[in-house]
């Protein structure tokens, strides 16, 4: 059974950093693309990062330069760092597999997501 | 960047009601659509992916059509569990959006 679990949201104050975890297994992971997707309260989705199988990262506009997304596929764990962080990046972030592997063209599990407060 | 723009923004209709939700893209989709359930406080759920696949475990009742720039997600008579936050998702040049997602209630 694919399963992915979101952790290491907080609350964390305008610029600081803070780094999610996303720990996969019931599949295997180098084979597939891994994103990050956020929600902001009461909103709709917003595609954030991708971290592709030949070490290549994909970012929205608005944290290129900010977020970093790494994985270790040793330990079937996807990163997101987050740095200078603003109260726009409250939401709640959740770790999603992209398939297939040939295009990563959609997302089709999901981790039950993890809370980022960015708050004075 | 590919923007989508679902309408309505809510339905309202009543169980056992047919449910049509449009998907608009600013441009044409090169890998297709993909629709997702979210009900509160839950991850989204893959229904559709392929522009008209249904994904494991997706009701017989829910198909997805259209090409180009329009798509269309059906409900076929509304169930209980039906009632969510339905949402859109294409990816274009290493680029993934979302619309902004259209609210089926009960009228």
């Known amino acids: 059974e694919v399963q992915l679990l979101d952790s290491g949201g907080d609350l964390v104050q305008p610029g600081g950093s803070l780094r999610l975890s996303c720990a996969a297994s019931g599949f295997t992971f180098s084979n597939y693309a891994m994103s990050w997707v956020r929600q902001t309260p009461g909103k709709g989705l917003k595609w954030v990062s991708t971290y592709g199988t030949r070490d290549d990262t994909y970012y929205a506009d608005s944290v290129r330069g900010r977020f970093t997304v790494s994985r270790d596929n040793s330990k079937n764990t996807l990163y997101l760092q987050m740095n200078s962080l603003s109260t726009e990046d409250t939401a709640v972030y959740f770790c999603?597999?992209?398939?297939?592997?040939?295009?990563?063209?959609?997302?089709?599990?999901w981790g039950q997501g993890t809370l980022v407060t960015v708050s004075s | 960047e590919i923007v989508l723009t679902q309408s309505p923004a809510t339905l309202s209709l009543s169980p056992g009601e047919r449910a049509t939700l449009s998907c608009r893209a600013s441009q044409s989709v090169f890998y297709s659509l993909a629709w997702y359930q979210q009900k509160p406080g839950q991850a989204p759920r893959l229904l559709i992916y392929?522009?008209?696949n249904r994904a494991t475990g997706t009701p017989a009742r829910f198909s997805g059509s259209g090409s180009g720039t329009d798509f269309t997600l059906t409900i076929n008579s509304l169930e209980p569990e039906d009632f969510a936050v339905y949402y859109c998702?294409?990816?274009?040049?290493?680029?993934?959006?979302f619309g902004q997602g259209t609210k089926v209630e009960i009228k």
């Open positions: 999603a597999r992209a398939s297939p592997p040939e295009t990563s063209s959609y997302f089709d599990y």
């Open positions: 392929g522009t008209s």
């Open positions: 998702q294409q990816r274009d040049d290493w680029q993934w959006t």
